[in-house]
């Protein structure tokens, strides 16, 4: 697509339940990230796809937190037994990898645990 | 891991004022770039720059890539209403993989 693609938009969920975030890239991009900025804040890493692997998961908060890349394309992030606390707008981002990338972000998906 | 320190945290600007913000690293990056994030929205690209030294506009917006390769700024020209919002500075270097480091962030908004 023209852009990265987030949904849903917007989410309300009950504490406990568990939530899937889906990404759909830019197309061609094959490097893909996930951040997540709570309210006023700045950008918290919290995984990186290159291809279908994620070198670099570190930024995971919890082992609550899980994501996926299938076919090089759409991913998914996973958030099992919410807490309030993981109340944010997650972002998704994209990029062709290439040296001196620059990078394409979403337009997030705003999640709210009550 | 790299760190990268963005000032001012946040600045009232009133319409018509030039407005500074810079971000420093404690090691070098290979690129530089800016975004710019609106309310509710995703941050958008503004600025990239590639190489020591580059200084590089996008209308009102000018943006240099230190010649330490430690730091950059990005000034904007004769504010107006709509430059309110969150500027991120992001460094890149090269064995890093396609990992990017971000600024914590500037807010700019406007005087009462």
């Known amino acids: 697509g023209a852009g990265v693609s987030q949904s849903p938009s917007n989410k309300v969920t009950e504490k406990g339940k568990d939530v899937e975030l889906r990404c759909d890239p830019i197309?061609?991009?094959?490097?893909l990230y996930w951040y997540r900025q709570s309210l006023g804040q700045g950008l918290e890493f919290l995984i990186y796809f290159q291809g279908n692997s994620a070198p670099d998961k570190s930024g995971l908060p919890s082992d609550r937190f899980s994501a996926e890349r299938t076919g090089g394309s759409v991913s998914t992030l996973t958030i099992q037994r919410t807490q309030q606390e993981d109340s944010a707008v997650y972002l998704c981002a994209s990029s062709t990898g290439d040296i001196g990338i620059t990078i394409y972000f979403g337009e997030g998906s705003w999640l709210t645990v009550v | 891991g790299q760190q990268l320190n963005q000032s001012p945290q946040s600045m009232f600007i009133q319409e018509g004022e030039d407005v500074s913000m810079n971000c420093t690293s404690s090691s070098i990056f290979n690129t530089w770039l800016w975004y710019k994030q609106d309310p509710g929205e995703g941050p958008v690209l503004l600025i990239a720059l590639y190489k020591a030294g580059e200084l590089t506009s996008n209308g009102r917006l000018t943006a240099q890539f230190g010649i330490t390769r430690k730091d950059s700024f990005l000034n904007i020209s004769a504010s107006i209403p709509s430059d309110v919002g969150i500027y991120f500075c992001a460094g890149h270097l090269n064995n890093a993989g396609n990992m990017l480091t971000f600024g914590g962030g500037t807010r700019l908004m406007v005087k009462p």
């Open positions: 197309s061609g991009h094959t490097a």
